[in-house]
């Protein structure tokens, strides 16, 4: 509409300058003609600018997310790589599903990279019992149909301002660490196999730090229900598990 606008109000102010005879009357048409022409185009040039009869909608969404490493493992995994140097933004391999393949998320699209440059992603260990991901997402959009209808012919309506992601992970059950570093533990872990004696060794030690850690919950919570210990068993052999991978990481 505001294209329609400039070419209407250009040709009435050439009209009223050029073809109207009467002064008075074309000095009045011209100088409404003409200030309505420049009010279209310095509407249209924040429009551009600072983005003129728009606003910024953010909205937030999270969503559980599960271990690169499968349901078997008992702690969670995920693989982060670093994009540049002290960005504190990441590329992050996890599941979406239990039980899903993990796949690689926020990779940044190159063939959009004005839009990529817009969004971050970051992970940090906390207190929780499950590992989430939040996206809050901030968009441009239409103050109303009167600027939309005025200004929406480039499609800039739902245009992104920015979208900062955020994975938090329980830090006591779950192990981040570069790809490098996943294929190191890939590594001693099939050494480790390689050895059963070794390996049956480290199981027993896992379950016999286990059980104590166990036992000494029962004793302090004797009311304890079945699910609450099982719960606890869970946290614990995760834990312990962590404990472990973490320790292949040094």
């Known amino acids: 509409m505001v294209i329609i606008l400039l070419a209407v109000f250009a040709i009435l102010t050439f009209i009223s300058w050029i073809k109207i005879e009467n002064v008075p009357a ?8 003409g200030g309505l022409l420049l009010a279209t185009v310095l509407m249209l040039v924040a429009n551009f600018n600072n983005h003129f ?3 910024k909608v953010t909205k937030t969404e999270t969503k559980t997310i599960y271990s690169a490493g ?4 008992p702690a969670g995994m995920m693989i982060a790589q670093a994009l540049g140097t002290k960005s504190n933004n990441y590329v992050m391999i996890y599941a979406d599903k239990e039980n899903a393949k993990p796949t690689a998320h926020f990779v940044p699209n190159k063939k959009h990279i004005v839009e990529a440059v817009k969004k971050t992603a970051t992970y940090k260990l906390i207190d929780a019992d499950k590992a989430t991901v939040t996206t809050k997402t901030t968009r441009w959009e239409w103050q109303n149909d009167f600027f939309k209808l005025m200004f929406g012919f480039g499609g800039e309506g739902h245009s992104l301002y920015k979208q900062q992601t955020v994975v938090k992970l329980p830090k006591d059950t779950w192990v981040v660490m570069t790809p490098a570093q996943s294929k190191a533990v890939q590594a001693k872990q099939k050494a480790a196999a390689a050895n059963p004696a070794a390996a049956q060794a480290q199981q027993e030690q896992l379950k016999a730090a286990a059980s104590a850690k166990i036992a000494a919950f029962m004793q302090a919570n004797p009311k304890a229900s079945q699910d609450q210990v099982k719960a606890y068993t869970t946290k614990v052999t995760a834990e312990l598990t962590a404990e472990a991978m973490k320790a292949m990481l040094k």
Do not use: F
């Open 26 to 33: 074309r000095v009045t048409s011209g100088l409404i003609s």
């Open 53 to 55: 009869g728009m606003e």
């Open 70 to 73: 499968g349901s078997k493992v």
